[in-house]
């Protein structure tokens, strides 16, 4: 079992910035894959960014591309999420996933996630 708390989130204005991180404890984090997805109000659960258990690659959803950044300190047992550039319609509870080691060049999707955080509000004021 791994758990995962996001935290970070909160309101800013259209264009400002917030980095949020996400806290992993019970298994080694080293062994993981990590994401970031958010769900806005009646809306399905979206990608956002990836990245490899050592760090070294990184994915990212069209819409977040030259704004968002995802980066893991593996001795902190933490991933972030810098996201500069926000828009309103980034508004949404943003999760963080955790993926045991993925094998080959192919992203986990959504389903495959094997532990969810609680997840974090961001609201971007226009």
């Known amino acids: 079992q791994v758990q995962l708390v996001e935290s970070g989130g909160g309101l800013v204005q259209a264009g400002g910035s917030l980095r949020l991180s996400c806290a992993a404890s019970?298994?080694?984090?080293?062994?993981?894959?990590m994401g970031w997805f958010r769900q806005a109000p009646g809306k399905e659960r979206e990608f956002v960014a990836a990245?490899?258990?050592?760090?070294?690659?990184?994915y990212y959803a069209d819409s977040v591309k030259g704004r968002f950044t995802i980066s893991r300190d593996n001795p902190k047992n933490t991933v972030y999420l810098q996201m500069n550039s926000l828009k309103p319609a980034g508004t949404a509870v943003y999760y963080c996933a955790a993926k045991i080691l993925m094998y080959g060049s192919r992203w986990p999707t959504r389903d495959e996630y094997d532990y969810w955080g609680q997840g974090t509000q961001v609201t971007v004021s226009s």
């Open positions: 990245l490899r258990r050592s760090g070294g690659s990184t």
């Open positions: 019970g298994r080694t984090f080293s062994n993981y894959d």
